[in-house]
Structures are given as C-alpha cells and as structure tokens.
C-alpha cells in the first residue's frame, strides 16, 4: 500500500519547562507488575497506521496511533479532553510543517493512562489540539482520538511484527537481545524525540550513492519522503506525477511521486522505491529544527520484523513477508476518506489533476458506492484502499459506482502505467 498520510509537528515550546512541571512527578510508562519482562499485544492496522488502545484515566478503551515521529502525547480530538473533563495549565501555539499556519492547543494532564491492560502512566502530560484539523479518523476509517510516540518508545524496547500485527513490549532492563541470522543493527539518534537513521540512496542510474539522514516514522504511511536538494544527490527523477501527498497542520502537503532507483537501510538494499518529494514551500519550519534529509515511512518499515530499541540507541531489523513485494502507488489518481458514524461510507477526498479518475469524471465529493460491481459499505478502509491501489501490473481499467448529489453514475478508470 502506498503512502495515504504524512503526520509532521513541530511543537514552539518545551513542554516541561514552560509549565512548571517537577521532574519528580512525572514518572513515564512503566508495566503494572514492576517485576514483568515482556508482553505480548495484537495491534490493529488501518490505512498503514498502528492503531493501539488508551484508556484515559479509567474510560473505555481510545484509538492512539503509535508514531515514532512523534514527541509528547498528542490529543487530536479535542472531544476527548472536554468528555473526560481534563484540565487546561497552559495554551500553547503549534507550527505546521511551512510556518503558515499557528494552531492553538493547550497542556493538560491525565491523572492515569493505561495502554492495553499492563501499562500505565500517572500524572502524565500530554497536548491537546483544540481542532481536530487532520480528520485522522476519516483517513483511517475508524475513529482516532490521539498520537503516542517518543513518551512509548522511551520507556521500553518495542518488536514490532507487522505479518502477525504483533507488539512485544519489554522491560528495558531486562532485555537481552539473541542474534539472528539475518538480522542488522543499525544506530539510531533521538534528534527532537524522534529517531534518526542514515540511509545510502541512489535517485538516478547516473549517480553515486548519497548518505542522507531520514526520521524513523511508523506514523506516516508512505514508503519514503525525501526533501529535494536538500543534499546533493536527492533529485527528482524525469519521470514523475504531480500529487497530493497527505495531510499536515498546515494543509495539505502537495509535490511530486517518483521511483528512484535503491535505498540501502543497513545492509539491506531495497530497488525501485516510491519516493514523495514535497515542495520546498511545504517544510519550511523542518530544517528550522532538525536538518535531515526525509523520512522513511511505515510502506518501507512495514517489510521488516523490527526491534525499537531507544535506550540503547538502535535498530534491529530482519526481511519478512513483504520484503521482496515491489513498491507501488495511487496509478488512478484519487484518494478516499470515511465519514463517521460508522465510518464505512467512503468519498472521494481528492483526485490527482490529469490523472485516470479525473478524466473518467470523478470529483472530489462523490461517494463511491462500488468497485468493480464489489459493494464496499461492509469493507474497511484498508480493503477499500486495496481495490483501489493493489492493482496486478495488467490491470487495464476500473469501474467505479458513484453518487453524486442525487445521481448514480458508472466510471471507467483506465489505470495508467507504473512509474
């Protein structure tokens, strides 16, 4: 599946300091039973996000996606805090990703968070958007009511199977690490609570590799994003697409798709990636704060068995299932998002100008109602998605069912050749 969401914060405080908050009491996540070495979690997928339950302060079970890119705890449905009636200690200002765009949020505290039934915080401070401006629910399908990032990761060393969408949670302490054959390690910075990774890549056949430094983000779906001419070697290749390329704080963050020719992750080198360029206008405020080159997202993340090891400042990494699938994209040109309640009614959020959906007639609002005479009300977003974008390399065309306003139409979308 190709990248449907790019999450990016960048927050203009220091949390801890700017609210007075002692450092003896906030004592992070740690297991229930202190004496525990591991547990075991089944993790939901939506849409390329890790999908895990919060419960706030002894409520019913809330959809937290689990995202190395980001920092502190992030409320992104203001619902939530206003529903279980948490404090407000201080208003804050958020930057988007181009420093166009200020929203306001505030600090506030939980006097219990509890993740699944083994792990739990006190007194634990977390950040709460007063509008819900990335609608993460409409892209997942299922309603999400925050983000859990470096304030997880920190706290434990985390192996993530993504064939099984199995979590196993260690204690820190008593980790110990057994080899095996082909597995790398590879070292990992915290920059601004996120890990970073060097990567080689080669854009072009008639250039060299290029080191780059790329954050680690299980948040963003996407195989990889790369600021162009932010080192010499990342260039855009010939052939590309004008594209919407997800979601920020700011917008919507617009640049080109192409295919580059390999990135080398350790010693693991994966050819013929989709890589998302952004439009330099669209990351003004990243290199403000942290000068890297990218991200590698949860479409290339999602081909090895993973250890998240923070404390001791690596990853461990092994080739599953997915390793070998090649890297595909959005060939039609249209992206969908779900509507709530139920969240299995699903428009059309965008089309890709000239693209096969937008010469086929489709617009950005039309419900889609079928694909390929498959009625898609009962299906998730992920099983949606996939009848869209996991086309075989013949597939020549796809018949989408539509409502628009009160008419019911059939479009013939001639699915364009791969980059």
């Avoid at 699903?346 to 489709?362: E, N």
């Amino acid at each position: 599946m190709t990248k449907h969401l790019h999450i990016t914060w960048f927050l203009l405080v220091f949390i801890l300091v700017t609210t007075g908050v002692k450092a003896q009491d906030y004592q992070g996540l740690r297991f229930i039973k202190k004496d525990r070495k591991k547990k075991r979690y089944i993790f939901k997928q939506y849409n390329n996000l890790i999908i895990i339950p919060v419960r706030i302060n002894g409520s019913k079970p809330f959809n937290f996606i689990l995202d190395t890119g980001v920092g502190h705890t992030l409320i992104t449905d203001p619902s939530v805090a206003l529903a279980m009636g948490l404090p407000v200690y201080r208003q804050i200002d958020v930057a988007g990703v181009s420093n166009r765009t200020i929203l306001k949020a505030h600090i506030s505290n939980i006097k219990t968070m509890q993740i699944y039934k083994d792990i739990i915080a006190e007194r634990h401070y977390v950040i709460v958007l007063e509008e819900d401006v990335l609608n993460l629910s409409g892209y997942a399908g299922v309603p999400i009511h925050g983000l859990i990032g470096y304030d997880f990761f920190s706290r434990f060393v985390v192996q993530i199977n993504y064939d099984k969408r199995q979590l196993t949670v260690y204690n820190t302490n008593k980790f110990k690490y057994k080899k095996r054959r082909k597995d790398d390690i590879i070292p990992i910075k915290i920059e601004d609570q996120k890990p970073i990774v060097e990567a080689k890549i080669i854009c072009r056949d008639d250039k060299k590799p290029t080191s780059i430094k790329l954050v680690y983000d299980t948040g963003a779906g996407h195989a990889l994003l790369l600021y162009a001419n932010s080192s010499p070697g990342i260039e855009v290749p010939d052939k590309n697409l004008d594209s919407h390329l997800g979601a920020t704080l700011s917008g919507n963050l617009i640049g080109k798709l192409g295919r580059i020719k390999k990135i080398k992750l350790g010693k693991y080198s994966l050819p013929g990636v989709i890589a998302s360029f952004p439009d330099s206008t669209s990351y003004v405020s990243m290199k403000q704060f942290t000068p890297r080159n990218g991200n590698i997202g949860l479409g290339l993340i999602k081909r090895f068995h993973t250890i998240v090891d923070y404390p001791r400042h690596r990853l461990i990494i092994r080739p599953n299932y997915h390793f070998k699938k090649p890297f595909e994209y959005n060939r039609i040109g249209l992206e969908i998002i779900a509507r709530p309640p139920s969240y299995n009614s699903y428009y059309i959020a965008y089309t890709r100008r000239d693209s096969p959906a937008t010469k086929a007639g489709l617009r950005q609002g039309d419900q889609i109602i079928a694909i390929d005479n498959k009625v898609i009300a009962d299906m998730n977003i992920s099983e949606v998605y996939g009848k869209l974008y996991d086309l075989k390399e013949e597939t020549k065309k796809v018949i989408i069912f539509v409502k628009r306003g009160e008419e019911y139409f059939l479009a013939t979308v001639e699915v364009s050749k791969s980059l």
